[in-house]
């Protein structure tokens, strides 16, 4: 089990957020998978149970409009149209005996499902 750690990072409220944790584990992922050109992309798309879903996925693409923000070595992306869902969204990376993944605290967000994937 890995211990929790309190980060201090401020969020920015215009723009998705990536906790230290959160980009520690995106790093160790791109060198397994021995990848340096990739990014870590965050979308929201039509679905789920609450009406929208968070997609969550390394890319290479460059899309036009993309939002790009440098995290410790870590690139996130937002393509345009999720940008206004997505203002001031935490993602985080937990690690416990119940759970473990990448976990996505959105203040815009006005519900979700019980699973965490879809919001509204």
């Known amino acids: ?9 401020q969020t920015l409220p215009d723009q998705v957020n990536l ?6 584990k995106v790093k160790a992922l791109l060198q397994q998978e021995g ?3 990739l990014a870590l992309r965050i979308s929201v798309q039509p679905g789920g149970c609450s009406g929208l879903r968070y997609q969550l996925f390394f ?3 460059t899309l036009d409009g993309d939002v790009t923000h440098d995290y410790d ?3 996130v992306v937002v393509d345009r149209m999720s940008v206004p869902y997505l203002g001031g969204a935490v993602i ?9 993944g990448f976990t996505i605290d959105n203040p815009n967000a006005t519900g979700s499902c019980a699973c965490g994937d879809s919001f509204h």
Request: proline share 0%; no cysteine; glycine share 4%.
């Open 1 to 9: 089990m890995t211990e929790q750690v309190e980060t201090t990072q």
């Open 19 to 24: 906790t230290d944790v959160a980009a520690q």
């Open 35 to 37: 990848r340096d050109d």
């Open 59 to 61: 890319d290479e693409r």
């Open 73 to 75: 070595g870590v690139s």
């Open 92 to 100: 985080d990376f937990v690690d416990t005996i119940e759970k473990q």
